[in-house]
């Protein structure tokens, strides 16, 4: 009797040790790109359940300085409002649930955000970075 209660309490240790208790999901964004270039923006993935999420930010540029902005869309084909005339986003006119601002070359960042099903667009809002191409949607499943 005595050897099934030590497996059985062995086991549930290993058990609880390595299960995630309500983990968050980590989101790996690399961002890159140098002026007058294409502008990146890529999630290591696209689609995750709703929940606490985290996201591990890397801007991969030698010289630019970049910043991930995270947004919740009212449908998947919201218009994003771009003032052109300071090529940039209009913030103001969106959801946003926070930033990684000031990414130096080489530099890392994280935000944390609880995600509700839907639609979320990332993006960097640095000055002509958005209209080169440094945005990604992630759908946020139930």
Do not use: W
């Amino acid at each position: 009797m005595i050897f099934i209660a030590r497996h059985v309490t062995a086991t549930t240790i290993a058990l609880l040790v390595s299960a995630p208790a309500f983990a968050a999901t980590t989101i790996k964004v690399t961002e890159g790109g140098e002026g007058g270039g294409p502008m990146t923006l890529v999630m290591d993935q696209t689609t995750v359940k709703a929940g606490e999420a985290v996201f591990h930010v890397h801007n991969d540029a030698m010289s630019e300085q970049h910043e991930m902005v995270l947004v919740k869309l009212k449908s998947v084909d919201e218009k994003i409002p771009l003032n052109t005339a300071k090529h940039r986003v209009d913030e103001k006119q969106l959801k946003s649930l926070g930033e990684v601002a000031d990414l130096k070359p080489g530099g890392d960042g994280q935000l944390k955000a609880k995600l509700t099903p839907g639609t979320y667009l990332l993006l960097c809002n640095i000055k002509g970075h958005y209209e080169a191409g440094m945005q990604a949607k992630l759908t946020v499943t139930k």
